[in-house]
């Protein structure tokens, strides 16, 4: 086991992770860009641009195989000779249709659309493999189609960095709390936004506060929770922080009952676009969302965005999986090729729906099964259709930046067994790169902390 480093080791910003424009202080141009760059535009830093090539390759290989089948169905349904022109020209045409949407991905969010019948009946996928955003990734839509400034060349160093600090942890077993892809998650946000001020809401161990201060080794934390993390201490192995004000145990206040105006002057914060909000507390997203808009703060990270079927409150997952969202929306029909589909997945991976889970009485899918969740699921109330729609066009309407993680990297690298692939952005690493996963010091941490993946995303939040 490796000693912890000391802070100021651990925690020393690294220059060639800084974009040109962080010598402007805002925290609001450290974040934004207005191009809509793909995450998976930029080069592999390891391998010198070898994530696109290799991403290319493995399009055009799975494309060669689509193409190949397509040709031998035509040949085969034709069963004859004349035939075999038309064939190889239909194929021609469906392979370079089929690199044009492989290749137009970025441009559409970070997902994938949901199109079963296409990606999936005619070429004979089954949908068993991984196969990254197959049955949709809905992604909220924010005011100005503004998107985040790091690319996935940012992520890949910044994840170089953090494995050998993630591996001083104090609390190796932190079930229950964050695993490695969500503490990676908070930990890139927090060193790549430099906040004036950090604050979470839900801290259990306290391993998440501790990851903050690795990204700021000399940032005040406020961290309001229920039960103060010094209590864990008796058990077994807790963080509490130096430099962070609790309101925990008797002091507990719940985020929405702060005075923030007091608490930020007696931080002498000014400007409150300099704060971070971290969320783990498992309450109603859209609540603390009104909350956090409320108090005047902008940018906000939600750890648990449980996708739409699942989780103990209403994420903003759930509230963006909209019929009229590219990758939202769904029918509780049980002979649809997403029913199949969904089924066939449960037996893969352990927090995949079926559409029995996904749908509730009247045919209710949004939420979970109609419902929104609230407080650990201590509250479970129906929702409308017309509700849940309403939801998600309030939110688009104070919404500036949506960015989900996307996990750390595929499963035949993590063996992770719970998260349904088919619902989540492409990994960082993908399935098949063992070298770059190996090389980053991925494989030698334990295979369970990759486990825990709930889509964390990083929101920026302005009245309308
Ligand atoms: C999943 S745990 C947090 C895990 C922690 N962030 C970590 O990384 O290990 C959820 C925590 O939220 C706390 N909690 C419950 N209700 C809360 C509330 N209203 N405000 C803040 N925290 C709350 C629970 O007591 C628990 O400690």
Redesign the pocket.
Known sequence: MSSPRPASQAQSPTPTHRHPNLSAPSMLERTLSSRRVSPYAEGDAEAGGGADESKTKKHQHILFRLTTRASNYLARIAGSGSFYLPCIVVSLFLFFSLSFLFTSRGFVCISSSYSPVSRTSFFDFDGLDSDFGALGVPCCRSKHGKTVEWTSKDLLKGLEEFVPVYETRPIKN?M???GFDHSFGLWFIAHWLKPDLMI??????G??TWVLRQAMPDTPIIS????HPEKYLKKGPAYVDGNCTYYAGKDFV??GSVDWPKVMKNHGILDLSRVLIFF????NELKRIEQALKAGFHHLVF?DNYDTGTGDHYSLRQICDQSYIRGGGHSCFEDSDEARIRSKRKKLWEKAVDIEELCGPGEAWWGVRGHMRD??NHSNKPLSYAQHFQNSRYVESILDVYWELPPVAGPSLTHQTRYDPARAPTPIVEDGRYGLFQRLGLANLDKSVFNGYTQMVYLQISEH
């Open positions: 932190n229950y709390g964050m979470e809401s839900g801290a259990f161990k391993h998440s309001l929770s229920p039960r719940d985020f783990d507390d498992h309450q750890e407080n650990f």
